[in-house]
């Protein structure tokens, strides 16, 4: 055979086994349930109509204008704590001092940037994020006017802590089922005091998933199925009911001044919806803002008299600048076979690891299901930070950037007043620092 035809052999072999594999990984059944959706983050052609009909279209802005026009303000946060905490998802504050829980379960107060452990919420020790879920990881966190301290662990539902005492209650079991299904992975919630049949408190929930825990949030961004919902609690007559379902990755939830309406952040939307609580259109959910540049994670009321709200996002882009996971979502097919292959890897090294009872591989084999595209991803990512803070009209007003990636993968940003200042403390999921940046 000639080196030409030799060549072209194993071409077509290569080729023959690489689609082979494909078509292996994106039928066999005993593979992972997963079911990617198509959308589109820019309608590319208005013209095709039907094009446009058949593929659901989530658009990102064509660029940062207007009331988005870039700066670099948020790239002046200060980094409190560098590499000392992890994870300080949410703000609460009362008396004047701020906290946040981390991901470990530490509840930490912060007084004149300086930290002191308040409480370790944490259910069990864990040996590592493979075996989270047996610990907890908190996420959302507020007060009530009583001072108690309320906090949505992922995994396990929503707890009350009462600060002195130190004892920890749970309010609403993540297990409890809402029209016959429970829920995998909460995210956030706010509290409306007194507002219940009996006058007790009333809880509004994001319940993300029933197929995905928090661990395995890239399968819930890169699914972008619609089993999310927002669930209400009234804590005295224990009643819980569905107020609003089908959305793809509800998150941050906030309760406007009127405490009529909730403000909902749907991440893989990439809008926010106002759904009315009270009044004759109780009931109803509109969209309040669309458009946004990013997936809108928690909504906290700003300080000011007139009513705003701060939405962080994880990172920031316009259409002119997508991300991959933008490029491929209209490509479900490719991610199917992607994430099944990184699942079936990882759990099969986890496996392994498991019969030999050898901890660094099982870490390993979940770092490569829940961990390493991701840090893959943000490598060939431009990291474009990104808050906002938007009117009650569902208008932005504001919005502060970190080009250059100084702060990013922001989850919450919450106003305070320090003094005669605004403080505006910036957490994160991710990131190894609480940050701080003074408004004036
Ligand atoms: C689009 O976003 C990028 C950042 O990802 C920014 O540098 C660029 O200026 C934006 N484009 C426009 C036209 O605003
Ligand atoms: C929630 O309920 C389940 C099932 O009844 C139970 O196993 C679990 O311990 C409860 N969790 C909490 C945090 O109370």
Same mark, same amino acid.
């Given at each position: 055979m000639s080196l030409k035809a030799q060549i072209l052999k194993s071409f077509v072999l290569s080729f023959l086994f690489v689609f082979l594999f494909f078509v292996f990984l994106f039928y066999a059944p005993f593979l992972l349930d997963f079911n990617p959706n198509s959308f589109r983050y820019a309608p590319k052609n208005d013209f095709f109509l039907f094009y446009i009909s058949y593929f659901h279209s989530i658009p990102l802005p064509n660029s940062f204008s207007g009331a988005l026009k870039e700066n670099d303000l948020l790239s002046k946060t200060v980094h409190l704590f560098e590499g000392e905490i992890k994870g300080p998802e949410s703000i609460?504050?009362?008396?004047?001092?701020?906290?946040?829980?981390?991901?470990?379960?530490?509840? +930490?107060?912060?007084?004149?940037?300086?930290?002191?452990?308040?409480?370790d919420v944490s259910e069990s020790p864990c040996e590592g994020r493979w075996d989270e879920a047996k610990c907890g990881h908190p996420l959302g966190i507020r007060f009530d006017s009583k001072g108690y301290l309320y906090f949505i662990d992922a995994y396990h539902g929503l707890k009350r802590l009462d600060?002195?005492?130190k004892e920890l209650t749970t309010v609403f079991n993540i297990s409890t089922q809402a029209n016959g299904r429970a829920s995998k992975l909460f995210d956030d919630f706010v509290i409306d005091e007194a507002a219940g049949a009996k006058g007790g408190n009333v809880y509004y929930m994001t319940d993300v998933s029933d197929k995905w825990p928090l661990d395995h949030i890239l399968y819930c961004a890169a &699914?972008?199925?619609?089993?999310?919902?927002?669930?209400?609690?009234?804590? &005295?007559?224990?009643?819980?009911?569905?107020?609003?379902?089908?959305? =793809?990755?509800?998150?941050?939830?906030?309760?406007?001044?009127?405490?009529d309406a909730l403000i909902v952040a749907v991440a893989n939307e990439r809008r926010l919806i106002k759904i009315q609580i009270k009044g004759? &259109?109780?009931?109803?959910?509109?969209t309040f803002l669309d458009l946004l540049p990013g997936e809108p994670d928690n909504i906290r009321r700003s300080v000011d008299e007139k009513q705003t709200f701060w939405v962080a996002f994880a990172i920031a882009r316009n259409s002119s600048h997508p991300t991959v996971?933008?490029?491929?979502?209209? #490509?479900?097919?490719?991610?199917?076979?992607?994430?099944?292959?990184?699942?079936?890897?990882?759990?099969?090294?986890q496996y392994f690891g498991s019969l030999t009872n050898f901890v660094p591989l099982i870490d390993f084999g979940h770092k490569v299901k829940t961990e390493l595209?991701?840090?893959f991803l943000m490598l060939i990512t431009r990291l474009h930070g990104l808050v906002i803070e938007v009117d009650?009209?569902? #208008? +932005?007003?504001?919005?502060? $950037? =970190?080009?250059?990636? $100084?702060?990013?993968?922001?989850?919450?940003?919450?106003?305070?007043?320090?003094?005669?200042?605004?403080v505006l403390y910036i957490g994160s999921f991710l990131n190894n620092y609480l940050g701080k940046l003074y408004l004036n």
């Open positions: 609460a504050a009362f008396n004047g001092d701020v906290y946040t829980a981390l991901a470990d379960g530490r509840v +930490i107060r912060v007084r004149d940037d300086a930290y002191t452990v308040v409480a600060l002195v005492s &699914e972008h199925n619609k089993n999310g919902r927002v669930l209400k609690y009234d804590e &005295e007559t224990k009643t819980t009911s569905v107020l609003v379902e089908r959305l =793809s990755f509800p998150n941050g939830i906030e309760l406007n001044d009127a405490k004759s &259109e109780a009931g109803k959910v509109e996971l933008d490029i491929f979502s209209n #490509k479900p097919m490719l991610r199917k076979v992607v994430l099944r292959f990184i699942h079936a890897l990882g759990s099969t090294l595209l991701v840090d009650s009209n569902g #208008k +932005i007003v504001r919005s502060l $950037h =970190s080009p250059d990636g $100084h702060t990013f993968l922001s989850s919450e940003a919450r106003e305070v007043i320090e003094g005669s200042r605004k």
